[in-house]
């Protein structure tokens, strides 16, 4: 789908891999619901942004995630794509799960992209089409020590789109999924850690299996995000040899 003129629903606007997909969904003529928690950033990008409105929501709350997409079908009238990207890391071995946590993450990473996948799908479907994109994550296809919560949610997330995108060709509605691999955001910094992890040594540039360990800017990914977006293909491997990584 191209992005001029749709209305998009990007969550994970304030900071990393969504502000950089909304700027350049932006640059390409889209209309854009600016969605997280930091209502005074997402106020000033709408502000740089044209033809765009700051949605504050909490996107791990059911109510929020309505509110969300009401707030935009109500201002714009339409939605034709939703990027679910918001999302949060917990580091831990499984031993040292805590459940409340696990909960908490389980509600942002996993539930709250099916709550706004389940939105916007009578929207999409009675305009007549439209794009999914969830952010999943290269670990969704590896078994890294610690983010086995993560990961698994991950997995869940593109499963259900996939599974989603089955159910819903017919309606021309376009669910893909995307996974990063290490990327340069507040992503880390924002992980809920159950241990200490020393995440520099992953970035040195070595490489293992085909896998250069350099990570990736917002941008880059947000480019993936966008081609994703306009060609609707199933999944989007931000590298190729990711793809060697995958056993789904
Ligand atoms: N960076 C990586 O290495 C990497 C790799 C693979 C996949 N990913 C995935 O990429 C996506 C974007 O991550 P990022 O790297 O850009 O991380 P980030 O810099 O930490 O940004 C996370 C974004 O999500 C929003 N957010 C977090 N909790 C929220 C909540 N409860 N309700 C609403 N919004 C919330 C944050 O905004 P507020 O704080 O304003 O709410 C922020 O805009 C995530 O799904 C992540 O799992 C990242």
New binding site residues.
């Given amino acids: 789908m191209e992005p001029k003129d749709k209305v998009a629903i990007v969550?994970?606007?304030?900071?990393?891999?969504?502000?950089a997909t909304t700027k350049l969904l932006s640059n390409k003529g889209a209309k854009l619901a600016l969605?997280?928690?930091?209502k005074s950033?997402l106020e000033q990008l709408s502000k740089e942004l044209p033809d765009s409105i700051a949605v504050a929501?909490?996107?791990?709350k059911v109510e929020d995630i309505k509110r969300m997409v009401k707030q935009t079908y109500d201002h714009f009238g339409r939605i034709d794509i939703l990027v679910n990207?918001?999302?949060?890391?917990y580091d831990a071995p499984i031993e040292k799960i805590d459940v409340d946590t696990f909960h908490c993450i389980f509600d942002?990473?996993f539930l709250g992209p099916v709550v706004a996948m389940q939105q916007v799908i009578p929207i999409m479907r009675k305009q007549g089409g439209g794009s999914i994109m969830n952010?999943?994550?290269?670990?969704a296809l590896m078994y890294l020590p610690g983010m086995s919560i993560y990961a698994s949610l991950?997995r869940a997330l593109a499963h259900i789109s996939l599974t989603a995108r089955e159910e819903l060709k017919d309606d021309k509605i376009a669910v893909s999924v995307v996974y990063?691999?290490?990327?340069i955001?507040?992503?880390e910094k924002?992980t809920i850690k159950a241990t200490e992890r020393n995440w520099e040594s992953s970035e040195d540039g070595d490489e293992e299996d085909g896998a250069p360990f350099k990570?990736d800017t917002?941008e880059y990914v947000a480019q993936k995000i966008i081609e994703g977006i306009e060609t609707g293909e199933a999944e989007i491997f931000v590298h190729d040899w990711m793809k060697r990584t995958s056993s789904s």
């Fill in positions: 969550t994970g606007a304030s900071g990393g891999i969504g502000l969605v997280s928690r930091s950033k929501a909490d996107l791990s990207n918001a999302g949060q890391g942002l990473d952010v999943s994550s290269g670990l991950k990063p691999y290490i990327t955001t507040d992503f924002n990570p917002a």
